[in-house]
């Protein structure tokens, strides 16, 4: 099992928003989380000095491809509806790195 954190803007305007959409996640998406290994999925959300609201994502994966299951799970007609919807809320970091939507946190501690 591997442990992930990712950060990304919220837009202010798209706050309420993302805070409805995530009260009622479609079941169809729930099921694709798990179907794709991912276990112990949580997004924080934070206003910070700056003044700028933030998302941290944190999950737990159990499978053995990660980069096969995000694929897999990329790919999905349902998914990809409801990240339309997610994604105009969203307002990537500017030093995310290639490629990330949500920029990868590294892990630093963790206690069991």
């Known amino acids: 099992m591997t442990r992930h954190g990712s950060l990304i803007g919220l837009r202010p305007e798209k706050l309420e928003d993302y805070k409805r959409l995530h009260a ?30 933030y998302l941290f994502s944190y999950f737990e994966y159990i499978g053995s491809d990660l980069a096969a299951d995000s694929s897999r799970m990329a790919a999905d007609p349902k998914t ?13 970091l500017s030093d995310r790195a290639g490629g990330e939507w949500w920029a990868e946190m590294e892990e630093v501690f963790h206690h069991p």
Do not use: M
Request: aromatic share 12%; hydrophobic share 35%.
């Open 24 to 53: 009622a996640v479609w079941p169809e998406i729930l099921g694709k989380i798990t179907e794709c290994n991912i276990r112990n999925y949580s997004i924080f959300l934070r206003q910070l000095p700056d003044g700028n609201h």
């Open 80 to 92: 990809q509806e409801w990240w339309a919807l997610c994604k105009p809320c969203q307002q990537p």
